[in-house]
């Protein structure tokens, strides 16, 4: 990969990443007075919601600039799965197994909350996903750094 496109590529990433911390920023701001009332378990639903949300679109950056797009009715599921993948001649994993793991709770969670309409959230469920959540940060940090490192261009 030529300089200019690897510098292209890592200012795409760093933009969303910065979104990604936006996230952050809101979920510890409510992590600190979260309880088992509606309000605060909407509210820290929401923010779960949005901060897998944030991550897919780092992945559907990376998907566009190396592979091509995905479709399809497993779009969500598919994404996340290349994600992981070293696709050889063409660019590293962006993701390793445990970011995997702890991405694809947080993708099912997504899922389960924008069609769950009438259901209410629990407490503990939510309680567990921002531990999750919290745990995927350094490991989504690390994935990332490397994924750049491997790919950075030798001058």
Known sequence: MDEARYALLKADVDDLCQQVDQVYARIEARRSQFVNRAESLDSMGYQLHNLYCAFEQVFEVIAQFFENHIAGERYHTDLLRRMRLTIEGIRPAWISEEAFILLDELRRFRHFFRHAYVLELQF???AHLVEVAVQLRDVFRH????????LKPSK
């Open 124 to 126: 503990e469920k939510l």
């Open 143 to 150: 994935d990332r750094e490397l994924f750049f490192a491997k």
